[in-house]
């Protein structure tokens, strides 16, 4: 049997042919039939230029419907697919393109211009641009024929390689197989009972698990419809809402729709379901939310290495915090640092197990087994725990665990009891180097009002109702804002490299 998980795409693309899949924000549509026979044209592209089961492709390119049928074409001839993020730089993309040895390399048009130094020493490699400007390689894809044969694929054959942000050092590849891609999405669909009715804004990133894997794969297997944004603009989203059923979004997204007066609850009356992901969701963002709109954000919680981890119900409690319960055939357990499983409402590391979870890191055995267990348990890094009921709520990552004169700190643990207090937006926690503790606790704050202020004396006082002195702040930093990457992650790792030196004597 035919493992591909596109056979399942293509299964929904045969029995809706005429069906609207994709609207574009300029208003042109896309049908189940149209996408296929793009799909099909660009698989007659790759056979063109020798592509084939095994081959590997890397595309650094904007977010377009041709950029969709590129996946869903190495998806149908088992060709490994590694999007990049579209903000990487040529030292950033020599190093991705040394690790893959990639046959060809989609870019825009800017990126190609960009990498012209670093391109000119891989002759070997096939570039193209793929980019709105440059019509003359779309109309010669639409001139092709189509190719409609799909590869027989094994459920552990690679279907793409997604890189981590690299918190610690240099990017891994993730090995992510069609079977992570099908179970994943098939559970998804399941738990939000995602179908053929729904229509979803699309505004993420297509170089990234949560657009990818996430919002895209879902649609592509339900039958429903989405309506595609090439980028996050709150004044386009507003006015395309009431014709949506769902939305799939990063904090920062809701967080700025709050911020304009042109959204409220009767552009919403359509919406079903609110999911966000990538990156915590703030408690004043979740209530504030339901307070204008009357619905509770479905947070949920999953990373490039393992798909979709967990969930909120989407019937039930949705409470502010945690991420939900382990999605369907999925094992989530929060374990000691010497691997010991640890009883409920115990914080530890979070691992996991199940069809979601990666095959291991491409070319990187030995980290492989260091984070994938021999009993199939993924060790995350995360921090977590579990209670009575199943549901898992995180409190970080464990590489950015302060240990402050011998005492563990959870940066996420001060940052809820920050982000109470009324003049606060947000706050980051790190830990900085400290001659006499080793590290001490440094609190980053982003002022709700900047008319509006609190001493560092108030906010430790108020801090000290709810914390152990040791876990307090020993300096409060104020800034504008928190530096994010492209999914709306807090980069720590930048805090902590500015401001790493704060304790030393003059500083």
């Not at 020599?94 to 800017?110: G, K, M, N, R, V």
């Amino acid at each position: 049997m035919n493992k591909n998980f596109f056979t399942s795409i293509n299964t929904n693309f045969i029995n809706n042919r005429e069906k609207i899949l994709i609207e574009e924000e300029n208003g042109k549509t896309w049908t189940c039939k149209e996408i296929q026979k793009l799909t099909a044209k660009f698989s007659t592209f790759f056979k063109n230029h020798g592509l084939k089961k095994g081959s590997k492709i890397i595309v650094q390119a904007e977010k377009s419907i041709h950029c969709v049928c590129i996946y869903l074409s190495c998806l149908k001839l088992g060709i490994i697919y590694v999007p990049l993020n579209t903000a990487y730089t040529s030292n950033e993309i020599s190093y991705f393109i040394e690790t893959i040895q990639p046959e060809l390399i989609f870019f825009s048009e800017e990126k190609k211009r960009e990498h012209e130094i670093l391109l000119s020493t891989k002759p070997k490699i096939k570039k193209f641009i793929l980019d709105k400007k440059n019509q003359k390689f779309i109309d010669e894809i639409v001139k092709l024929k189509e190719y409609y044969f799909i590869e027989s694929i094994e459920e552990d054959d690679i279907a793409s390689i997604i890189f981590t942000s690299g918190t610690t050092g240099k990017s891994k590849g993730a090995m992510l197989t069609h079977k992570n891609l099908q179970s994943n999405a098939e559970a998804l669909v399941n738990i939000w009972e995602i179908n053929h009715r729904d229509i979803l804004i699309h505004a993420l990133p297509i170089f990234h698990v949560h657009g990818l894997f996430v919002a895209l794969n879902t649609i592509l297997i339900s039958g429903a419809k989405m309506i595609f944004f090439q980028k996050f603009s709150p004044n386009a989203i507003i006015e395309k809402l009431n014709e949506a059923t769902l939305m799939m979004g990063i904090p920062t997204f809701y967080s700025r729709l709050l911020s304009n007066n042109n959204f409220n609850k009767k552009q919403c009356k359509n919406i079903r379901l609110f999911i966000s992901g990538s990156a915590p969701l703030t408690e004043s963002i979740f209530h504030e939310f339901y307070s204008k709109i009357g619905q509770s954000i479905l947070e949920r919680y999953g990373m490039s290495e393992a798909g979709m981890i967990s969930s909120n119900p989407l019937r039930g409690d949705r409470i502010a915090g945690t991420v939900g319960f382990a999605l369907p055939n999925i094992e989530i357990r929060v374990c000691d640092e010497s691997g010991k499983i640890l009883p409920v409402n115990s914080r530890g590391n979070v691992e996991v197990k199940g069809p979601n979870v990666f095959r291991g890191y491409w070319q990187s055995e030995e980290k492989t087994k260091k984070e994938l267990g021999s009993d199939g348990f993924f060790k995350t890094g995360d921090i977590g725990e579990i209670d009575s009921e199943g549901r898992l709520s995180l409190f970080g990552r464990s590489n950015d665990m302060i240990i402050s004169g011998g005492y563990n700190i959870y940066p996420k643990e001060v940052e809820l009891v920050l982000d109470e207090i009324d003049v606060i937006k947000e706050s980051a926690v790190i830990g900085c180097k400290h001659d006499d503790l080793g590290e001490a606790v440094v609190a980053i704050i982003i002022p709700r009002d900047t008319k509006k202020s609190i001493s560092d004396d108030k906010i430790k006082k108020i801090l000290l109702k709810s914390l152990a002195g040791f876990k307090c702040p020993k300096k409060y930093i104020w800034l504008d804002k928190l530096p994010r990457n492209a999914m709306g992650k807090v980069q720590k790792k930048e805090l902590k490299k500015n401001f790493n030196n704060i304790f030393k004597e003059g500083i």
